[in-house]
């Protein structure tokens, strides 16, 4: 369970850290990048498996990496209970860089529609 923690620990600080990151002014010669907020559905067949240990903490670690490089950050993920769909929140400049970054960590990509973020304590 320690281990765990640990894991977990590491790779929210460091979705944290990028998210900060990407959240900052950046730009483009010319132009500024804009990120913006996108629902993004897989299909897993066979089910997602993806270890509750050290193995798996370098997985999603390797995922938010290669990400990084299409600007693309990975926020969090909702997980079908049989494991073979996945709702993941992503910020990102595009559609298109969501789906390059996917190729790259080869990861199916069945819809990405772009939203936007409802809290209900907003109107408290």
């Known amino acids: 369970m320690k281990n765990f923690l640990s894991i977990l620990f590491t790779f929210v600080m460091t979705s944290l850290f990028i998210t900060n990151i990407y959240s900052q002014d950046m730009t483009v010669p ?12 897989r299909s ?3 089910g997602l498996n993806i270890p509750v240990n050290t193995e798996g903490s ?3 670690l390797t995922v938010v990496s290669t990400n990084a490089e299409d600007n693309v950050t990975w926020v969090h993920s909702y997980v079908t209970m ?3 769909k996945t709702f993941c929140i992503y910020d990102a400049p595009s559609p298109a860089a969501i789906r ?8 199916p990509v069945d819809n990405i529609v772009e939203v936007s973020v409802l809290d209900p304590y907003f109107y408290n």
């Open 58 to 60: 370098e997985i999603c």
């Open 30 to 41: 010319g132009d500024k990048l804009v990120i913006k907020r996108f629902l993004v559905e």
């Open 44 to 46: 897993f067949p066979d």
């Open 82 to 84: 049989d494991k073979k």
């Open 100 to 107: 390059k970054s996917a190729e790259k960590n080869g990861l």
